[in-house]
């Protein structure tokens, strides 16, 4: 039995706080919209030191990327790490930086990839479409303000990692989290899993790549599948991400068919003495060179947008490694970025995951 009043028999005050929380939303909020927030990794927003090193300390300082003694790596992260690194990374920056806009190309293609994934939903006018960094600007706070300003009473959070990571998509579930744990009106809230072998993400890769084949005069003798790596030890304590870098590849190869022969997974994007999961990207690379291999393809899927570890450490320091030792031809195959495949891949998901909501 329904023992709450009839909203008829109350005042207009009464009335109001009677009203069902769905009301309430569509009352206060006028819209009881779905936020669908897509959120990839970081940029610095210039290529200058300080720049840099923003972002780089906010980054760094994430327990969940660097989960060493917090004394002894504060000393290191403010006495070595914070000195040096920024003008080395502002330089690598320079060298991928979008002059036109001003802007690390990350930036450039998550916005792209926000507005292609707003109009492929436009059929769905209350789905309002949004996008954030985890480190650096926009921030995941003032974007899940704005979707909240306007009128969204549910949010989809899409952290932009095919394979889960602690260091990468936990993260951003835990910088949500605290955003809205001092909210005092909270959304309902949904985060999107990991999708390492999706059949519509694998055959998406599988197409881009052999179509970025088809344009080369040349034949590639071996592809590696380079995955951004992880130390050793966060996999020890149980992080999946490795095992969902091997399905990925175990996948792709199956969807390349001929091709998926010559297909090898590898790590890159190490950082510090520790020992980081193998084989390494850049070692693999020279010692195929040595071995006799002339022609190098290297794709990531992992990557969801190119940036900086894949347009300037693959596509550039990588080709060097391969040429410089003996290899002769070298191209690397761009991530899916804002491409027709690309954003298929994120409405199938999104579609997914707003089941009921819809």
Not at 247 to 274: I, N, P, V
Not at 317 to 326: A, M, Q, R, T
Request: charged content about 25%.
């Amino acid at each position: 039995m329904n023992d709450r009043p009839a909203v008829s028999s109350l005042t207009p005050e009464l009335a109001a706080s009677a009203l069902t929380g769905d009301d309430r939303v569509r009352d206060d909020r006028g819209g009881g919209k779905i936020g669908v927030l897509l959120v990839n990794l970081g940029t610095p927003d210039g290529t200058d030191y300080w720049s840099v090193r923003r972002y780089l300390k906010e980054f760094l300082s994430d327990r969940r990327v660097i989960e060493t003694n917090r004394a002894l790596w504060w000393v290191i992260l403010n006495g070595v790490v914070l000195t040096v690194r920024p003008s080395k990374s502002g330089k690598k920056y320079r060298r991928v930086w979008n002059e036109t806009l001003n802007e690390s190309p990350l930036r450039t293609i998550t916005r792209a990839q926000s507005a292609n994934v707003a109009a492929a939903l436009a059929s769905h006018p209350e789905i309002v479409v949004d996008w954030a960094m985890r480190y650096g600007s926009p921030s995941i706070a003032s974007r899940i303000e704005a979707l909240m300003t306007q009128g969204c009473d549910r949010l989809l959070v899409f952290p932009l990692y095919p394979q889960y990571a602690a260091a990468t998509t936990a993260t951003v579930n835990d910088l949500v989290f605290d955003v809205l744990k001092t909210a005092r009106y909270q959304p309902a809230l949904r985060t999107v899993p990991a999708y390492a072998h999706d059949p519509v993400y694998i055959e998406a890769l599988a197409k881009s790549i052999k179509a970025h084949l088809a344009t080369l005069d040349w034949q590639p003798e071996a592809i590696l599948a380079s995955f951004h790596g992880v130390p050793q030890a966060y996999v020890d304590k149980g992080d999946p991400y490795q095992r969902q870098c091997v399905l990925t590849t175990e996948a792709l190869r199956r969807a390349l068919g001929t091709d998926g022969a010559k297909l090898k997974l590898t790590f890159q994007s190490r950082f510090g003495r520790a020992e980081w999961l193998k084989p390494y990207t850049d070692n693999t690379v020279e010692a195929l060179a040595r071995e006799g291999v002339k022609r190098l393809a290297i794709v990531t899927p992992g990557f969801a947008a190119d940036c900086l570890e894949t347009l300037e450490e693959i596509a550039g320091e990588n080709k060097e490694i391969f040429l410089d030792h003996g290899g002769e031809k070298f191209t690397f195959i761009p991530s899916l970025n804002d491409s027709e495949g690309g954003i298929e891949v994120f409405i199938h998901i999104i579609r997914r995951e707003l089941q009921g909501w819809l």
